[in-house]
Nanobody, 124 residues
Framework: QAQLTESGGGLVQAGGSLRLTCKVK????????VGWVRQPPEKDLEFVAG????????EYADSVKGRFTISRGNARNMVVLQMNSLQPDDPATYYC?????????????????WGQGTQVTVSS
């Protein structure tokens, strides 16, 4: 089974930026949908951004459009989430997830493989 590892979380002031990375061990992302979901404190999982590794398009939640960018890393085992203009609504545990059918967007929480999450905190 693939092992996903997120990194890059931390504390940032409102308006600041963070860069999250997701690396997979045991295989590559080739052929998979890869995405980020987040879980704010005491709230449900919500889709943030995702892409099909073999495709050209990416998808974003309305709340992060224009601020967050998901991209492929230099190697086939890394995905990056660049988060700019962070707001007080963005703090959460951010998870990387993969599956074959983009369930990371349609039904967050049902993807096949997950990382352990990385914490993002935004101070006002």
């Amino acid at each position: 089974q693939a092992q996903l590892t997120e990194s890059g979380g931390g504390l940032v002031q409102a308006g600041g930026s963070l860069r999250l990375t997701c690396k997979v061990k045991g295989r590559t992302f080739n052929g998979y949908a890869v995405g980020w979901v987040r879980q704010p404190p005491e709230k449900d999982l919500e889709f943030v951004a995702g892409l099909l590794w073999s495709g050209d398009s990416s998808e974003y939640a309305d709340s992060v459009k224009g601020r967050f960018t998901i991209s492929r890393g230099n190697a086939r085992n890394m995905v990056v989430l660049q988060m700019n203009s962070l707001q007080p609504d963005d703090p959460a545990t951010y998870y990387c997830a993969t599956d074959f059918t983009f369930r990371v967007q349609t039904t967050p929480g049902t993807s096949d493989d997950w990382g352990q999450g990385t914490q993002v905190t935004v101070s006002s």
